[in-house]
């Protein structure tokens, strides 16, 4: 065998990514077009161009001040 014979231990190696789910807090919701099917956020969304993102609001979020929840 070639020396050392072994890989040392908590060296880094190729592994597998992107297949965890990631939250992403803070997005504003900018514009919904409703004709085009359209939601316009503003932040940084995980993935690239083209991916489907699953949006959802948090439970503990509070409406904007002046606002009811109806």
Known sequence: GTTPGRVYKGRGMPGRMGNEMITVKNLKVVNIDAD???IMLKGATPGKKGNLLMIRR???AKPPAGKSEA
Do not use: G, Q, V, W
């Open 36 to 38: 085009k099917n359209l």
């Open 58 to 60: 948090l439970s503990a």
